[in-house]
């Protein structure tokens, strides 16, 4: 297997959530991202957009930790939207809108909008602001419980200590659709920061992690929801297994086309039709 099908940090190899995700959807996709890493042919306006609100929530969950005030809303829309006209103007390739949002001006005003239904409606009252985009990486290990020479990395959007002193992982995400309690409890994402953050000491090894998923809602009138879950050992335990599935995948050159909602936008259209 080639090194640059796995990021490589500091001369050692990670498999990350955003390759397992990828591979577990379309493994073509992961084999033109990761293997080839071959040039998009065009870029979808989700990506941009997801990018800038999570650098307004990081910088809203930075002030909160390093003075214990926010920065003013402006400030935030104004991050948002001289960061998202920058990345979509400097594209190389066509940007891909979507119908909620046609083009770069209604892009601009849903952003600013589901900036503002957070500032007015997130609750931090009983949670300290513990961690906010925290890097981490920890050991894979196989279905016999025996160390890969893989790492997994990941990113942790925020954790926060609540009154009696349990962490509390966070996700942030934005969605049209409300989220189901299925989709909460098996969000693959959230069992990985569970998983990074017991294998990192955070949490007991056989100890519950206590997760959150904090969602913008793309409304009409935007609003924000919380959905809280945990994951246990035995779940932690399904995704090592899954992980080095998905490495062996990689390892014995498994790739071949999944048609479902990622198609869309997808940014390696041309290159599947003519796989």
């Known amino acids: 297997m080639k090194p640059q099908a796995l990021q490589q940090i500091q001369e050692e190899l990670y498999l990350s959530y955003s390759q397992i995700f990828t591979y577990l959807n379309c493994s073509l996709k992961y084999h033109f991202q990761y293997l080839e890493q071959r040039p998009i042919e065009r870029l979808s306006s989700a990506l941009p957009f997801g990018k800038m609100i999570h650098s307004v929530l990081e910088t809203y969950y930075r002030g909160i930790k390093d003075t214990g005030e926010p920065p003013v809303l402006e400030k935030l829309t104004t991050l948002f939207e001289e960061g998202l006209i920058q990345q979509i103007t400097n594209s190389s390739v066509p940007v891909i809108y979507k119908k909620e ?3 770069l001006s209604s ?4 952003g600013c909008a589901l900036i503002e239904a957070f500032y007015n409606n997130v609750d931090l009252t009983g949670y300290e602001v513990v961690h906010i985009e925290l890097p981490l990486s920890a050991p894979l290990y196989d279905e016999h419980g025996q160390p890969l020479d893989i790492k997994i990395f990941g990113i942790l959007d925020l954790i926060l200590k609540d009154s009696t002193g349990n962490l509390i992982v966070v996700d942030n995400k934005t969605s ?3 989220k189901s309690k299925t989709a909460v409890d098996e969000d693959l994402q959230l069992t990985t920061y569970s998983y990074l953050l017991a294998a990192s000491g955070y949490a007991f090894p056989q100890a519950k992690v206590q997760c ?3 969602v913008l809602r793309k ?4 609003i924000m929801e919380y959905y809280s879950t945990s994951r246990n050992a035995e779940d932690r335990k399904f995704f090592a297994k899954l992980a080095s599935q998905v490495l062996k ?6 790739f071949m086309p999944s048609s479902g909602w990622l ?10 039709k003519s796989w």
Do not use: F
């Open 176 to 178: 049209k659709q409300k």
């Open 101 to 103: 949002a046609p083009g």
């Open 212 to 214: 959150r998923m904090d």
């Open 249 to 254: 995948g990689i390892e014995n050159r498994v």
């Open 107 to 110: 892009l601009i005003d849903m």
């Open 263 to 272: 198609c869309s936008d997808c940014q390696y259209k041309e290159a599947c």
């Open 219 to 222: 409304l009409k009138n935007p």
